[in-house]
């Protein structure tokens, strides 16, 4: 089709899942272009994330886009050895075959959260925000530019919350219901939720269907002249180990299927406008619920709204 490609502002948190999902949405220029990248320091060590985003930016030929680190804090960290595993893309080969000062003239000086708010402003149209972290970022501007900030949004895409499904937060107090996303900054989500800023939610509902496993893995091997095939196998081998290790709880293409779907509709052709609030703090604290299921009412959650959520993918991978 003809159709322009859509705006995207990539805001990501430098996890294994979030680079394969930067790779791919590089390569679909004809149906997204990136005009700009900001990370957050969650799941990953912000400084060495930046540094594999502007790499891995190079490497495929991606010469100007900008890329900016945020400074806003956890509110729940993420454990010290999830955030390091990004070092083990960093160190591939492929990706350092650049010198780093050509790849440092795209990094942003200005704080991640504030040059979102830049990019959103200084575009013509609206744009869509793919959200594979926290939400901290996108609630940062809400907070600070309010109705301006959201008319410029079209959609953020979160991959974030549990709805009919157990959450993945395992931590001391917490009563295991909510997503690590979510957990890591939960006012962050209901300053999103009590705001008109439209999202598409693609909790673990949906993305416990997508582990990332040794067959996966092996079908990149038949692509591999293409860069991003080789790219994309190698970056996922780094979490392979958790097929031996963790049977029961695998690692996940969580933020990768949310771009697939953002990507290509027919993926996820339910897509529900359910209605749900945000648990902001508390025991359940970061869990996302639907309206329609009993949970008390308290101070501890933010109002409710209608949110298109992705419950069901429906291609058989
Ligand atoms: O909850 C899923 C989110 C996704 O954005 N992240 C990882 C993905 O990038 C947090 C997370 C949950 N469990 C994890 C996570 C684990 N075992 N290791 C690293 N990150
Ligand atoms: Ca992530």
Known sequence: TAAKPQKVIFDHDGGIDDFVTLLLLLSKPELVSVVGITILDADCRAEVAANTTLKLLHTLGFNDIPVAISTLPAVNPFPDIWRWSGLTVDVQPLINQVDSISVKQNLVQQPGQDFLWELLRTQLERITI?????????????????DEAAARIKEVWWMGGAVYVQGNVDYPGHDGSAEWNAFWDPPAVGVVWNSSVPIVMVPLDVTNHVPVTPDLIYRFG????????????????????????????????????????????????????????????????????????????????????????????????
């Open 222 to 317: 038949r692509q591999a002249e293409y860069l991003y095939s080789v790219l994309a196998g190698t970056i996922w081998s780094k979490v392979i180990s958790w097929v031996y290790e963790r049977p029961l709880e695998p690692y996940f293409a969580w933020d990768t299927l949310t771009a697939a779907c953002l990507l290509s509709r027919e993926l996820c052709a339910r897509v529900d406008d359910l209605v749900s609030y945000a648990v902001v703090s508390g025991p359940s604290q970061g869990r996302v619920v639907a309206a329609n299921q009993c949970v008390a009412r308290s101070s501890d959650v933010s109002r409710q709204r209608t949110i298109a959520t992705v419950i069901q993918v429906d291609a058989e991978e």
């Open 130 to 146: 793919v959200a594979t972290g926290p939400l901290s970022n996108v609630a940062y501007i809400i907070k600070h530019y309010g």
